[in-house]
């Protein structure tokens, strides 16, 4: 069964600092990550996509990384700001019909100023 | 406007009662998606349209169903509700296998 485990589930961190969320996934055959950014009463909205081929990719002060080898990718988030208050939630995508996506539980981060 | 908008946004029933809820896009996207989301679990997908004359079960489609009115609507119905059925619902959208483009949900409960 394909599924993504997403850790911390939440965490708290002061304004300025940088913190890394992970991502472990089983979701086979592998097409695609991506991290999504979920504010509280918003969809998900789309940060970063990485294949197979991808170690790394940065949007602004998010960087995520993939090792597809053992199957694990993160997000750093640098100088964090009050706005990055968000769940963060990572996405793997099977080569299957349509695609499907398996989603994370989602990592609730909170900025304190 | 935004580019995906879902109505009503947020929807108190009661159990046993038929709920609609709608979605329409503005982006041209032939695929559409209504995912349900509930606290602590990763959103799960309940049916998906690839055009106007496919429909696809997703992995929880049981108690729901779905109509493909034009390209840009996509409408999910409870024929008949129930408590576990509180959830906050999304509607995606995506050309092709790309990106998915989120509404900005509906918040349902059930009594």
């Known amino acids: 069964k394909n599924q993504v485990e997403q850790s911390p589930q939440s965490l708290i961190i002061l304004e300025g600092k940088n913190c890394t969320l992970q991502?472990?996934?089983?979701?086979?055959?592998?097409?695609?990550l991506r991290w999504y950014k979920q504010d509280t009463g918003r969809g998900p909205v789309s940060l970063t996509i990485?294949?197979?081929?991808?170690n790394t990719k940065s949007n602004g002060r998010y960087t995520a990384t993939l090792d597809a080898d053992t199957k694990q990718s993160s997000l750093h988030i640098t100088a964090s700001q009050l706005s990055d208050s968000a769940s963060y939630i990572c996405v793997v995508s099977a080569l299957a019909a349509g695609n499907k996506l398996t989603f994370g539980g989602g990592t609730r981060v909170l900025v304190k100023p | 406007d935004a580019d995906v908008t879902q109505t009503p946004r947020n929807r108190i029933t009661k159990t046993g009662k038929r709920i609609m809820l709608e979605c329409s896009q503005t982006?041209?996207?032939?695929?559409m998606y209504w995912y349900r989301q509930d606290p602590g679990l990763g959103l799960r997908l309940i049916y998906y349209?690839?055009?106007?004359?496919?429909?696809n079960k997703g992995e929880i489609s049981d108690g729901y169903s779905v109509s493909r009115q034009a390209q840009a609507k996509f409408s999910l119905s409870l024929e008949s509700a129930i408590p576990n059925q509180t959830a906050l619902y999304f509607c995606?959208?995506?050309?092709?296998?790309?990106?998915?483009?989120f509404g900005p949900g509906t918040r349902l409960t059930v009594l």
């Open positions: 995606a959208t995506s050309a092709r296998a790309d990106t998915q483009y």
């Open positions: 991502c472990n996934y089983t979701v086979s055959p592998f097409s695609n």
């Open positions: 990485m294949t197979f081929s991808e």
């Open positions: 982006k041209g996207h032939d695929r």
């Open positions: 349209s690839f055009d106007v004359k496919d429909i």
